[in-house]
Structure formats: C-alpha cells, structure tokens
Nanobody, 125 residues
Framework: QVSLVESGGGLVQAGGSLRLSCAASERTFSAYGMAWFRQAPGKAREFVAAIKKSAGSIRYTDSVKGRFTISGDNNKNTLYLQMNSLKPEDTAVYYC??????????????????WGQGTQVTVSS
C-alpha cells in the first residue's frame, strides 16, 4: 500500500507560480508511473501530467503544456508539479496518483491505484 500526501497548494494571482509536492511512503519511481490530476468545482476529475521514469515518458494535457512541469526526486520519494503562468481556469483540487501503469495508459485515471487526499489551488483574476 502506497501512501501519498500532497502539499503546496494555496491562493495565487493570475500569472503567478506554485509548486506542488507529493510525498510517497516508499520508493515509487522505479516501479510506478505517477501523475497529477485535478478537479474543479462541478466538473469531473481530469488528467494534468504524468511521469514514468522507467520508460523515460512524460505526458501533459494540452492546456498546461509550456506552463507546468512534472518531475520527481527518487532520493526524497517526492513528486513535484511546478506551475507557472497560472490562470483562473487552473483553479481546482489537485491530486497525486501512483500506479503500475503502462505508457499507453499514463493519462487514464483508472490506471492509478493510489491517490492522495488533494490540495486546493485557487487562482484569482
């Protein structure tokens, strides 16, 4: 059982930056794919970014390409999401996820077995 704990959310003005962190209870990057999803009020949870280090693969949803960067620190068992040039439409609860995913399913919510509790990101206009 992998435990994931997100942090780093908060309130920021449009154009600002935040870095989200996801601390895992064990070494995950060697065996798991890891991802960030988000859920805005009244909307379904959606894919944001994913990384599968063992395959050298990274994926982003189109709306965050060029603004968000996903990365991981094996030594700290921590996943990051650097978010720059934030927009009001980025406002959501952001969730960290981990799972034994294959590259072709990296963007699929159902491929991930372990989830964090979420961290709120609010971008004001």
């Amino acid at each position: 059982q992998v435990s994931l704990v997100e942090s780093g959310g908060g309130l920021v003005q449009a154009g600002g930056s935040l870095r989200l962190s996801c601390a895992a209870s064990e070494r995950t990057f060697s065996a798991y794919g890891m991802a960030w999803f988000r859920q805005a009020p009244g909307k379904a949870r959606e894919f944001v970014a994913a990384i599968k280090k063992s395959a050298g693969s990274i994926r982003y949803t189109d709306s965050v390409k060029g603004r968000f960067t996903i990365s991981g620190d094996n030594n700290k068992n921590t996943l990051y999401l650097q978010m720059n040039s934030l927009k009001p439409e980025d406002t959501a609860v952001y969730y960290c996820a981990a799972g034994r995913v294959i590259v072709s399913s990296m963007t699929s919510e159902s491929a991930y077995s372990y989830w964090g509790q979420g961290t709120q990101v609010t971008v004001s206009s």
